[in-house]
């Protein structure tokens, strides 16, 4: 069976740094780097943190950098990848996992559900194709960790999420709540309109810019 290596970033919170291992990984046609993480797990060291759920595009867990860009591990074919980080700009807890709920809790509070009375069933919205397609948010979070305007901690500037978010909202006849107004004060227009943030399952994230913009 043809191998190959792979060198993985892995952040070690008591030592605060990044730092890079090589594993051997079998090759085989049409492998993922998610069944080599799962590999390394299994045969050679069962410490290496890393998430994963659905083992292909539904959960949004396993993102993590490869190839220079944000994208999901259970989709990225290993072919072609030799080392493998963390999202960057979000915080890290371990190896390959980012803290997503350190993330979440600073969008607390927006009421990111439909608010307003009770409505029929929402068959429109299957008729808008830009809502369906922002309903295509796994959450996995590889927009935010490609925008550059995007800091963690930073107030008022969520990233590129809340946005599709809001979006969805915004769309949904159900919802009564400002949706462009929360845009505005959560700085959509610190968005330089880059187009460097990425979603591996194809939301339109400068459409949903637009969208909300004033
Ligand atoms: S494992 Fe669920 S999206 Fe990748």
């Not at 999420?161 to 709540?177: C, V």
Request: charged share 25%; aromatic share 8%; proline share 8%.
């Amino acid at each position: 069976m043809k191998k190959k290596q792979l060198h993985v970033n892995r952040w070690l919170p008591e030592r605060e740094k990044l730092v890079r291992e090589t594993f051997i990984v079998p090759e085989e046609p049409g492998a993922t780097v998610l069944q080599a993480l799962l590999y390394i797990y299994e045969e050679t060291d069962s410490t290496l943190a890393f998430r994963y759920s659905c083992r292909y595009l539904r959960c949004g867990l396993c993102g993590l950098q490869a190839r220079g860009k944000p994208q999901l591990a259970c989709r990225t074919k290993l072919a072609g990848v030799n080392e493998i980080a963390p999202l960057p700009r979000l915080p890290l807890l371990r190896d390959l996992v980012v803290d997503r709920a350190a993330y979440f809790s600073t969008i607390q509070g927006l009421s990111l559900y439909p608010v307003g009375p009770a409505a029929e069933p929402p068959v429109i919205l299957r008729e808008d194709p830009l809502h369906r397609n922002l309903m295509a948010c796994l959450e996995c979070l590889c927009c935010v960790a490609s925008c550059p305007a995007y800091c963690f901690g930073e107030p008022c500037f969520a990233g590129p999420y809340l946005f599709i978010k809001l979006g969805q909202l915004h769309l949904d006849p159900r919802d009564m709540a400002d949706r462009k107004g929360q845009a505005q004060e959560w700085g959509i227009k610190r968005c330089r309109g880059c187009e460097k943030c990425v979603c591996p399952n194809g939301v339109r994230l400068k459409e949903t810019i637009i969208l909300l913009s004033p």
